[in-house]
Every structure is written in structure tokens, then in C-alpha cells.
């Protein structure tokens, strides 16, 4: 378990993390700290980069580029 990230930090770190790192910190938090607002910002940011890893890997199924950034 690490310690856990005050909403200051988080919202510091949260757009430079990885799709892998925001789903470990959503589990850690909903195991340990279990911070409904923390929780919430959390999944809203994972559930963005989902959306866009899907998205890329479907535009790239008809061989046109993505329209975001990965």
C-alpha cells in the first residue's frame, strides 16, 4: 500500500499517469483509503484514457488515424 495522494497531488500527477498506473491508484484507493470524491476523479480520468486506447485501436481496425491523442 502506498501512501496515499492528497487531492492537491493527485491532481498534480493525474494527467502525466498511465492507463495501468490510474486503474493501480483507483483499486489501492478502493481497497484502503476508500475516498468517494478521490474514487470518483479517479475513474473519470481512467475511464478517458480507456476510451481513447479503444478508440485508437478501433480507427486503426478501418486504417484511418485516430482523431485524439493517445
Known amino acids: 500500500?502506498?501512501?496515499?495522494?492528497?487531492?492537491?497531488e493527485?491532481?498534480?500527477q493525474l494527467a502525466d499517469?498511465?492507463?495501468t498506473e490510474v486503474q493501480e491508484l483507483?483499486?489501492?484507493e478502493a481497497t484502503h483509503a476508500?475516498?468517494?470524491t478521490i474514487l470518483?476523479?479517479?475513474h473519470q480520468r481512467y475511464t478517458v484514457l480507456r476510451m481513447l486506447r479503444e478508440r485508437?485501436?478501433?480507427m486503426e481496425?478501418?486504417?484511418e488515424p485516430s482523431r485524439t491523442i493517445v
Open 26 to 28: 483507483l483499486e489501492d
Open 1 to 8: 500500500m502506498r501512501k496515499p495522494l492528497t487531492w492537491k
Open 61 to 63: 481496425m478501418i486504417n
Open 40 to 42: 470518483v476523479r479517479l
Open 10 to 12: 493527485l491532481n498534480e
Open 17 to 19: 499517469l498511465t492507463e
Open 56 to 58: 485508437a485501436a478501433i
Open 34 to 36: 476508500r475516498r468517494s
